[in-house]
């Protein structure tokens, strides 16, 4: 079974900005993504985990690395001054190289 390394890029940020940031997945090249509701504390305050405007979505892409850098670029520069969004990514193994760019 081939196998090859990708990036995972996960975001955790405001619900309100959901549909925003996966149009701007889309448009910077990720084949698709994984939306899940996130609570937690941070610098914001604390985050319940209702899909209310005060709660938070945490996004996940497995991509190539040029799409995470992509992604990471754009939406520290359009959303960090102004957002509660953090950024972070890993390398995983992917079982289905195919399947992400």
Known sequence: MPDDTRKLVTI?????????????????????YTVTNARGKGGRGVRDAGWSTSSNIRVEVVCSDDVAERIAKKLRQTYYDDYAMIIFESDVRVLRPDKFV
Do not use: K, R, S, Y
């Open 12 to 32: 955790v940020t405001e619900t309100v900005l959901e549909q925003d940031v996966c149009e701007a997945l889309e448009d910077l090249g990720a084949a698709g």
